[in-house]
C-alpha cells in the first residue's frame, strides 16, 4: 500500500534557529496536504500543494512539493515559541478512493 | 458553526466492553473519516465514507464499524474492545475525498483495561 515517510521524528531548536521537515512517499502523488496538531490538541490544515515542483510561502512558512510529485518539505524560518507541535504531511493518490496517507509526523519542540 | 464535534472526549473500557464513537459536523460536508493516533505512528484511517449511507474500510478497520445514517453524523463502533485499541480518535470531514482540507475534530481519547 501507499507509504508516506517524514523525517525527521523529533526535532529540539532554539528559538530563531530555522526548521526543515521532510515527507517522501512510495508512490506519485496527486497532491499534499500539510497539517499542525498543537500539544494535546487536533490536526490543523495549513496548506495543500498539487502541481509538480510547486511553492508556497505562508510567513515564516515555505512548502515545496517535488518535481515528480513523490516528496515535499516544509520549512520555518527564525522558529518561534508558538511553532511548537507536531507537523504532518498527507499525501493523496490520483484516482479513485483519494484517501490521505499521513506521515508519521515531525514533534518540533522551540527552546526558549 | 461548532465544526466537527466528538462525543465524548475521554473513555475507559474493560476489555470486550462495547462502545460507540459519535462524531458530527454541521458544515454539510459530503466526506467523513475516522482515524486513529498512535504514538510515533502519526493518523491511520480506519472507515471513511463518501456520503450518507455509504462506508468503505481504511487502513486499519479490524475490530471497528461505522455508520453514516446521516448525513451529518458519523458513528465508530467497538463491538468487542482490546487493549490494542487504546488510542486517541480523531474524527474528520471534507467537501472533497483527498482533494480539499480536512476539518477534525476535538478527539476522543479511548483506554481499554
Known amino acids: 500500500g501507499q507509504q508516506v515517510m517524514q523525517i525527521p521524528q523529533y526535532q529540539h531548536v532554539q528559538e530563531g534557529e530555522d526548521f526543515t521537515t521532510y515527507c517522501n512517499s512510495s508512490?506519485?502523488?496527486?497532491?499534499i496536504q500539510w497539517y499542525k496538531q498543537r500539544p494535546g490538541g487536533h490536526p490543523v490544515f495549513l496548506i495543500q500543494?498539487?502541481?509538480?515542483?510547486e511553492v508556497k510561502k505562508q510567513k515564516r512558512l515555505t512548502f515545496q512539493f517535488g518535481e515528480a510529485k513523490k516528496n515535499s518539505s516544509l520549512h520555518i524560518t527564525a522558529t518561534q515559541t508558538t511553532d511548537v507541535g507536531t507537523y504532518f504531511c498527507?499525501?493523496?493518490?490520483?484516482?479513485?478512493?483519494?484517501?490521505?496517507?499521513f506521515g508519521s509526523g515531525t514533534q518540533l519542540t522551540v527552546l526558549p | 458553526n461548532a465544526g466537527v464535534t466528538q462525543t465524548p472526549k475521554f473513555r475507559v473500557l474493560k476489555t470486550g466492553q462495547s462502545m460507540t464513537l459519535l462524531c458530527a459536523q454541521d458544515?454539510?460536508?459530503?466526506?467523513m473519516y475516522w482515524y486513529r493516533q498512535d504514538p510515533g505512528m502519526g493518523l491511520r484511517l480506519i472507515h471513511y465514507?463518501?456520503?450518507?449511507?455509504?462506508?468503505a474500510k481504511g487502513e486499519v478497520p479490524d475490530g471497528y464499524n461505522v455508520s453514516r445514517l446521516k448525513k451529518q453524523n458519523f458513528l465508530l463502533g467497538l463491538e468487542s474492545a482490546a487493549p490494542s485499541q487504546t488510542s486517541v480518535y480523531f474524527c474528520?470531514?471534507?467537501?472533497?475525498?483527498?482533494?480539499?482540507?480536512?476539518?477534525f475534530g476535538p478527539g476522543t481519547r479511548l483506554t481499554v483495561l
Open positions: 458544515m454539510n460536508h459530503e466526506y
Open positions: 500543494l498539487v502541481k509538480s515542483g
Open positions: 474528520a470531514s471534507s467537501f472533497i475525498q483527498g482533494g480539499s482540507e480536512q476539518f
Open positions: 465514507s463518501v456520503g450518507e449511507g455509504t462506508t
Open positions: 508512490t506519485t502523488l496527486s497532491n
Open positions: 498527507a499525501g493523496s493518490l490520483s484516482g479513485s478512493a483519494r484517501q490521505l496517507t
